[in-house]
């Protein structure tokens, strides 16, 4: 039996996502990236997306005390822009609590953004993974499409990897 439960996010759930982002990222990307790249970089990844949030394409795993521990979504817009392609979604902000990896978290909060986005007559997922994050994509069937720098405004570039799954 699973120690935690997942659920469509709502947007009261902006402030537990944020301490989520805020206590994953800075130490699990801070294994990939320089200390010059990824400090400024997590000031503006580590926030919620409330318009993510509130689409119902995003989801949270929650332990049984209630913490959030896991979160990702999916979005048919290219992040960053407001660009549709025909059957292709984007995998967006996953991040799952250091202390509770390898619990098939992550796995599965992505089989639900994959039910959803077939399901919406996607039949190709895209993701932009940080440095950190290849071999759990790979995992899933993802693969590794290039390099890309992604200009997360304010002059903060982040190296990552375009990766693309066939649904």
């Known amino acids: 039996m699973r120690d935690y439960a997942t659920r469509v996010a709502e947007l009261a759930d902006v402030a537990s996502v944020d301490a989520l982002l805020q206590r994953s990222y800075p130490e699990l990307m801070g294994l990939a990236y320089e200390e010059s790249v990824i400090v400024p970089a997590l000031k503006l990844l580590t926030r919620a997306n409330p318009s993510l949030l509130a689409s119902g394409r995003y989801y949270v795993a929650e332990s049984r005390s209630g913490l959030v521990v896991g979160c990702g979504g999916w979005s048919l817009e290219r992040p960053g822009t407001n660009t549709v392609e025909l059957d292709m979604a984007h995998i967006r902000h996953f991040a799952t609590h250091p202390e509770w990896t390898q619990r098939g978290i992550g796995r599965a909060i992505f089989h639900l953004c994959e039910t959803a986005a077939r399901s919406a ?10 440095l950190n994050a290849e071999g759990f994509y790979a995992a899933l069937g993802f693969e590794s499409v290039h390099m890309v720098q992604i200009d997360l405004g304010r002059n903060v570039v982040l190296p990552a990897i375009l990766m693309r799954r066939m649904i």
């Not at 007559?121 to 940080?130: F, N, P, Q, T």
Request: aromatic residues 10%; glycine residues 10%.
């Open 121 to 130: 007559g996607v039949h190709i997922l895209e993701c932009y993974s940080s």
